[in-house]
């Protein structure tokens, strides 16, 4: 009997031993339960990142971006990523392509983030908005603060923006026009290496438009712009084309007129096939559109491909997209009459481009005189039928 009461009591220990030990098991399962989720779900260490680290890395992201969904989608993640997306160091140092929007895209949202980009000192979108406030928006005095803005730090693109308006005394009338502030606007943006700024100045050395004739001096500068331009075909690793083999582009050609059917892969590039360096043989594509110039054009093609009021038009370089702020302040092909242009570099362009094997002399010309249609503040007339892009013959 008694050894079964020591055996019976010590089960009756264990069993009041189990009890505690499941109670203290249960008690402590919840913590187990939220230790185990936690770590399966690891710790956010993305909070405990300095903002300096962040706004860095997002200001790589900016600069390098190829399109605006690859810094929008960034933004649109979280709330801190919003925040530091939008620091002004970020998006001063965001790329033409960050903010490369499309006309049908416009709205205010977007002419805010513009602003924004401009405020923070980005001379790209300083450029690309003052553009469209100047030929889309007519808003004359603020587009042409902030080209001017872009072109204190340098810009080669304002620059010649500027000269050109300088030049067509865009924005007023004919007296205002600048001839020698325009040619001087051209000397900087060429000295920075922009080729249609080196085209326009070579033009205007030839002329003596604005400054002392120097035939030429203007040659070496037309030269210089068309080498400039193969070179920068050949070294752009992101080209469009690179898949076409180079030997195509410098292949020979001994037509006196550019084929008027380019290669089918170079169609979808804004110019097509744009044999630049036919004179010498050379066969190199359009150079790319700035994302200021593509706007405009997109813009004014969406209303049908009018300039913004009666009797304006449009640059008929299609890689431009200036249209006449008013009638007559572009000139027009003394051969044919049927195309304009904002500057002797966009003539010189769509010269080689398409027009030297379009322009036919017409009567189009007398039957405009006779209507006055051509009176006006006198037109500047382009000569199409010049080798080489064209001379500029005042009226």
Same mark, same amino acid.
């Given at each position: 009997?008694?050894?079964?009461?020591?055996?019976?009591? %010590?089960?009756?220990?264990?069993?009041?031993?189990?009890? *505690?030990?499941?109670? %203290?098991?249960?008690?402590?399962?919840?913590?187990?339960?939220?230790?185990?989720?936690?770590?399966?779900?690891?710790?956010?260490?993305?909070?405990?990142?300095?903002?300096? =680290?962040?706004?860095?890395?997002?200001?790589?992201?900016?600069?390098?971006?190829?399109?605006?969904?690859? @810094?929008?989608?960034?933004?649109?993640?979280? %709330?801190?990523?919003? $925040?530091?997306?939008?620091?002004?160091?970020?998006?001063?140092?965001?790329?033409?392509?960050?903010?490369?929007?499309?006309?049908?895209?416009?709205?205010?949202?977007?002419?805010?983030?513009? %602003?924004?980009?401009?405020?923070?000192?980005?001379?790209?979108?300083?450029? *690309?908005?003052?553009?469209?406030?100047?030929? &889309?928006?007519?808003?004359?005095?603020?587009?042409?603060?902030?080209?001017?803005?872009?072109?204190?730090?340098?810009?080669?693109?304002?620059?010649?923006?500027?000269?050109?308006?300088? @030049?067509? $005394?865009?924005?007023?009338?004919?007296?205002?026009?600048?001839?020698?502030?325009?040619?001087?606007?051209? !000397?900087?943006?060429?000295?920075?290496?922009?080729?249609?700024?080196?085209?326009? =100045?070579?033009?205007?050395?030839?002329?003596?438009?604005?400054?002392?004739?120097?035939?030429?001096?203007?040659?070496?500068?037309?030269?210089? !712009?068309?080498?400039?331009?193969?070179?920068?075909?050949?070294?752009?690793?992101?080209?469009?084309?690179?898949?076409?083999? *180079?030997?195509?582009?410098?292949?020979?050609?001994? =037509?006196?007129?550019?084929?008027?059917?380019?290669?089918?892969?170079?169609?979808?590039?804004?110019?097509?096939?744009?044999?630049?360096?036919?004179?010498?043989?050379?066969?190199?594509?359009?150079?790319?559109?700035? *994302?200021?110039?593509?706007?405009?054009?997109?813009?004014?093609?969406?209303?049908? $491909?009018?300039?913004?009021?009666?009797?304006?038009? =449009?640059?008929?370089?299609?890689?431009?997209?200036?249209?006449?702020?008013?009638?007559?302040?572009?000139?027009?092909?003394?051969?044919?009459?049927?195309?304009?242009?904002?500057?002797?570099? &966009?003539?010189?362009?769509?010269?080689?481009?398409?027009?030297?094997?379009?322009?036919?002399?017409?009567?189009?010309?007398?039957?405009?005189?006779?209507?006055?249609?051509?009176?006006?503040?006198?037109?500047?007339?382009?000569?199409?039928?010049?080798?080489?892009?064209?001379?500029? !013959?005042?009226?």
């Amino acid at each position: 009997m008694c050894s079964e009461t020591k055996v019976f009591s %010590k089960r009756n220990d264990f069993n009041a031993g189990e009890r *505690t030990v499941n109670r %203290k098991r249960i008690k402590i399962l919840p913590d187990i339960a939220s230790s185990s989720s936690s770590s399966a779900a690891g710790p956010d260490l993305f909070d405990s990142l300095p903002d300096d =680290l962040v706004i860095s890395i997002l200001t790589k992201l900016s600069s390098s971006a190829t399109c605006p969904s690859d @810094f929008i989608n960034v933004l649109i993640t979280c %709330k801190r990523l919003n $925040g530091l997306g939008l620091h002004s160091m970020v998006l001063s140092k965001a790329s033409q392509k960050t903010f490369a929007i499309k006309a049908k895209n416009w709205s205010e949202s977007a002419h805010r983030f513009l %602003k924004q980009c401009a405020d923070s000192g980005n001379v790209e979108a300083c450029y *690309t908005l003052g553009m469209i406030r100047f030929y &889309c928006l007519q808003n004359r005095g603020s587009g042409a603060s902030l080209m001017a803005k872009a072109a204190i730090s340098s810009h080669a693109p304002a620059l010649y923006s500027l000269a050109v308006i300088q @030049f067509n $005394g865009s924005g007023g009338s004919k007296n205002d026009k600048d001839l020698r502030a325009g040619v001087a606007l051209c !000397a900087r943006a060429a000295f920075l290496g922009h080729i249609d700024a080196l085209r326009e =100045l070579g033009h205007c050395l030839q002329d003596g438009y604005g400054v002392r004739q120097n035939i030429a001096e203007g040659r070496r500068f037309l030269v210089q !712009a068309n080498a400039r331009e193969l070179a920068s075909v050949l070294s752009s690793a992101s080209s469009s084309v690179t898949s076409i083999p *180079t030997r195509q582009w410098l292949t020979w050609n001994p =037509l006196p007129h550019p084929h008027p059917h380019p290669h089918p892969q170079l169609r979808h590039l804004t110019g097509s096939g744009c044999p630049l360096l036919s004179d010498f043989g050379c066969n190199v594509p359009a150079p790319e559109a700035h *994302t200021a110039s593509r706007f405009l054009a997109e813009w004014f093609a969406a209303r049908g $491909g009018a300039a913004p009021g009666p009797g304006l038009r =449009l640059c008929s370089h299609v890689g431009c997209g200036r249209p006449e702020t008013r009638r007559h302040e572009f000139r027009r092909c003394s051969v044919c009459g049927a195309v304009n242009y904002c500057s002797r570099a &966009c003539q010189a362009l769509d010269w080689k481009l398409r027009h030297k094997a379009e322009c036919v002399h017409v009567d189009r010309w007398l039957h405009d005189d006779v209507n006055g249609d051509v009176g006006g503040e006198g037109d500047d007339n382009v000569n199409g039928a010049v080798d080489g892009g064209g001379v500029i !013959a005042d009226s």
